[in-house]
């Protein structure tokens, strides 16, 4: 049963659009969001996360968006540049309690 | 520059081999977890330490055997491993147990032959 999806194995955006990554979970009880960023090589680096006692956070370029009703949650990367291009993953925790649940990965390629 | 800290990179080894991957962190953490990532597939939970004691084993086989020697250091012994444990072992560590978000490694590539 896979309780974090992110339904889009990959995405092409254009040098300086938005980039738009979508991430679905199915466990109410996630109440912690992360979108960790994955290098070919290397391995995940934490970028930004949200509560679920939030709709939205920002930093920089980077602004996820939290919709409870839904049970999703975007990235939204603005704007998008060549050194973007990487595997994306979402994940979801029962925070202080749970453990951290991965999605599949979204692979970004952000053409010049 | 990562502050997480896997080696080897790369490890080849046959099933009746024994070897040991290691990781350090120097950030002052006090949980610190072992992740498998298989291609294309997400990192999944192996084990997870908790101040220095195994808190969390997710089923895995006792052919891995996992090892926290002080705060800063998590290894993970291997023996006798079959070749679906191919595979890129991840480290990662938070502040404390439960806290987010994790840190994680460079991993090691493990090629079983």
Redesign the interface.
């Known amino acids: 049963d896979q309780q974090v999806k992110q339904n889009s194995p990959s995405l092409s955006v254009q040098e300086g659009r938005i980039s738009i990554l979508n991430c679905d979970y199915t466990n109410s009880m996630f109440d ?1 969001f ?1 979108w ?1 960023k994955k290098y070919p ?6 970028l930004i ?1 949200i509560s679920s006692i939030k709709d939205k956070n920002e930093d920089g370029r980077f602004t996820v968006f939290l919709n409870k009703s839904a049970k999703h949650l975007s990235l939204h990367i603005v704007p998008s540049q060549p050194g973007d291009s990487a595997v994306y ?1 979402c994940a979801a ?1 029962i ?6 649940i ?4 979204t692979e970004l390629s952000v053409k010049p | 520059d990562t502050e997480v800290t896997q080696t080897p990179k790369h490890l080849v080894m046959g099933m009746t081999n024994k070897k040991s991957l290691k990781c350090e962190q120097h950030m002052g953490h006090r949980a610190m977890y072992w992740y498998k990532q298989k291609a294309k597939k997400p990192p999944e939970l192996m084990f997870v330490y908790s101040y220095e004691k195994l808190s969390i084993n997710e089923s895995v086989p006792s052919r891995f055997s996992p090892e926290c020697p002080n705060s800063s250091l998590l290894n993970l012994h291997l023996h006798a491993l079959q070749p679906e444990d191919s595979a890129l072992y991840l480290c990662a560590s938070s502040q404390g147990p439960g806290d987010q978000p994790q840190h994680f490694g460079d991993g090691t590539r493990l090629s079983i032959l």
Do not use: D, H, N, R
């Not at chain 1, 090589?41 to 934490?46: D, I, K, N």
């Not at chain 1, 925070?95 to 951290?100: H, P, R």
């Not at chain 1, 991965?102 to 990965?105: A, D, E, P, T």
């Open positions: 912690y992360l960790y090589a290397e391995g995940p680096t934490f996360s993953f925790i925070y202080q309690g749970g453990k951290l991965f999605g599949q990965g």
